[in-house]
């Protein structure tokens, strides 16, 4: 059974990939320097707007200073920081920043290397630490799970392994309704290539603990093959190479799909859709060196450059002690290990033990901190598109090999 399904965009905005006060201005920066206000860049959209709306006039009534929101989109964000930095012009004076982007602005960014880590969600500490400086407070942090239908999968056959999962995914295989899915697309795909690989035993992504490119270990060709393997079998669409975290989650909450590996904050979603009786939520499953996969963090980080910085820094610790605060929200994650332990004990919340359980693993862990990454992920990306489209793995990882040594760190 190969039918091609159309997948059709969700309209709710998501991270990804994938997140004022009284008297607060939104979408409007201005150099910093006045002591009774900060500017705080977020994206828009996200739950960092929606929270820093929410707790804007807590902050100015504690301490006097009015909080200014500049909401901006996920792709406009990095070249906005980029621009006032290289300006030496801090009109932010605090900036939400996806974990990809702190290497690249890590000179820019005070160091909190005097925060209490201890509530850190696994992981966390270590990918928000360029140069042995702790940049920033972590906001959320997203890993895939495992997500599938409970009423169609009984506890016990809940799969473990990539062996239970593939014969799984044959097996719930019917002519109305595929196993799962393989994400082929975007950054959603090499994320899933690097989950993969983490399972498989790759010590450090992409680079080794000496920096040294690493991707034609055998790690990354079995994880490959992995994702090849399931794209070609019956048990999935036709179309992986259209498919990512959006299109996989169309296609379960319809029920075309038993079980998909989807970012956590899907699950939430999912229960709303077809009901707690349905769906079912476990750790991400585990290859021949166990239970792994990539973190997706996001840190709010004080700019060197502010004016006010003393306030910036309690703003920053402010909202980290209303991490919990983010459980409220539509996405329902956050940063902190007794946020997710106490969530976990919410019905509907179960997301937030598959999260802890699966950050624990030894083999989970962070995208590499190169200031790079977005030349890296391109390539990344045509590793995984041309290896779903027939090309030779092993030929195709030493070619991309090649081609990030010659774009450096």
């Not at 899907?266 to 991400?284: E, H, N, R, T």
């Not at 802890?356 to 083999?363: G, S």
Request: hydrophobic share 40%; glycine share 8%.
């Amino acid at each position: 059974m190969k039918k091609k399904i159309l997948s059709i965009m969700l309209v709710a905005a998501m991270i990804g990939t994938m997140i004022a006060g009284c008297g607060s201005i939104e979408g409007k920066t201005e150099p910093g320097g006045d002591k009774n206000s900060i500017t705080v860049l977020v994206e828009s959209g996200s739950p960092a707007e929606a929270l820093a709306k929410k707790t804007a006039a807590s902050f100015e009534e504690e301490t006097g200073c009015k909080v200014i929101i500049d909401a901006v989109a996920y792709t406009g964000m990095y070249d906005k920081l980029s621009t006032e930095i290289k300006a030496k012009q801090a009109s932010h004076d605090v900036a939400t920043m996806d974990v990809v982007w702190l290497t690249a602005f890590a000179d820019a960014i005070e160091a909190i290397n005097d925060a209490d880590t201890s509530d850190f969600l696994p992981t966390l500490q270590d990918s928000g630490t360029v140069n042995g400086n702790l940049l920033g407070y972590p906001m959320w942090v997203n890993a895939k799970v495992l997500i599938y239908r409970k009423d169609l999968i009984p506890e016990d056959k809940v799969p473990a392994t990539w062996k239970e999962y593939q014969a799984l995914a044959k097996e719930l295989t019917t002519e109305d309704m595929y196993g799962t899915t393989v994400f082929g697309s975007g950054s959603d795909a090499v994320c899933s290539f690097l989950d993969f690989a983490c399972q498989a035993g790759a010590d450090g992504l992409v680079y080794d603990k000496d920096g040294n490119v690493n991707i034609t270990d055998q790690a990354y060709a079995d994880a490959l093959n992995f994702m090849v393997e399931n794209a070609n079998a019956d048990y999935t669409p036709a179309d992986s190479l259209s498919t990512a975290s959006t299109e996989s989650q169309e296609l379960f909450t319809n029920g075309k799909v038993a079980m998909q590996l989807n970012w956590s904050h899907q699950y939430p979603a999912a229960v709303a859709a077809l009901g707690a009786d349905k769906v079912g939520c476990a750790p991400m499953i585990g290859g021949s060196a166990g239970i792994g996969a990539t973190t997706g963090p996001w840190y709010e980080c004080v700019m060197k450059n502010s004016k006010n910085k003393e306030m910036a820094l309690k703003y920053t610790k402010f909202m980290y002690d209303h991490n919990a605060d983010y459980m409220d929200l539509t996405l329902k994650i956050a940063g902190r290990t007794s946020v997710y332990e106490e969530a976990g004990k919410v019905e509907g919340n179960e997301h937030t033990t598959a999260v802890l359980d699966t950050l624990a693993a030894p083999q989970s862990q962070p995208r590499p901190m190169v200031s790079t990454w977005s030349q890296v992920e391109e390539v990344l990306t045509g590793v995984v598109e041309s290896a779903l489209g027939g090309a030779d793995v092993t030929s195709t990882l030493e070619s991309a090999k090649t081609k990030i040594e010659s774009i450096g760190k």
